[in-house]
């Protein structure tokens, strides 16, 4: 199983950023996908969660309205589309998938967001 991240930077409070998950090693439309972070001192959060079939999402409190995760079966990719971006959105972000509940968490490498003027 291989999860890598892209898309990170530096942005502007109020800008955009889109955060890319490419995947391999597993059929990805089998599983659901999820997006965590983490930030300095803090403890790793989940964001966002997509399920595999129907796509049906979830959100954490902060982020809902302003976020969005996607996916696309055909590329192995899930998207987190992050808008209105704040300084307190500012960490590593994590793209993650799990194949059963009793099967371990497999994680990317992580992108780093940072929001600041």
């Known amino acids: 199983v291989q999860l890598v991240e892209s898309g990170g930077g530096l942005v502007q409070p109020g800008g955009s950023l889109r955060l890319s998950c490419a995947a391999s090693?597993?059929?990805?439309?089998?599983?659901?996908m999820s997006w965590y972070r983490q930030a300095p001192g803090k403890e790793r959060e989940l964001v966002a969660r997509?399920?595999?079939?129907?796509?049906?999402?979830n959100y954490a409190g902060a982020v809902k309205g302003r976020f969005t995760i996607s996916r696309d079966n055909a590329k192995n990719t899930v998207y987190l589309q992050m808008n209105r971006l704040k300084p307190e959105d500012t960490a590593v972000y994590y793209c993650?998938?799990?194949?059963?509940?009793?099967?371990?968490?497999?994680w990317g490498q992580g992108t780093q967001v940072t929001v600041s003027s």
């Open positions: 090693g597993f059929t990805f439309s089998r599983y659901a």
């Open positions: 993650n998938t799990r194949m059963g509940v009793l099967a371990p968490d497999y």
């Open positions: 997509i399920t595999s079939v129907g796509g049906s999402t």
